[in-house]
């Protein structure tokens, strides 16, 4: 299946995913692992994350920060978010790393949407 605006702005020249001998496989792994991560890895880590949360919630809204206050620490948190992912990517790359945990994400060579986040559970637990 070719769509001609897509193959336009193409810019990965390897074949799509569905165009490989051994798609049924790779479309099966995939649906596994996603359902995995959505259905079972981001619940549990949603969970924990509002429990946490709500024994930390402050009810009286004048301690809450100003303006400034609140955009700087998104910006500080972009900022470490981002090298936190970097490095933390470079370590998965680390050959026992990658072995046991890494190469689910690395499993398919194209870069698409759904790919993201095909991954093992520890990795998206580190990520999340
Ligand atoms: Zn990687």
Redo the contacts with the bound molecule.
Sequence with gaps: MKWPFFEKYKIDPSPWPWELANWSDLRWFLAKSLALNHLVTYPILGYLQAYYLHTMYIEDSDLLPDHYTIASQILFCILIEDTYFYFA?RL??WKPLYLMI?KI??KFPHSISFLATSAHPLEVASCF
Excluded: G, K, N
Aim: no cysteine; glycine share 0%.
């Design positions: 990517h998965l790359h890494h994400h690395h």
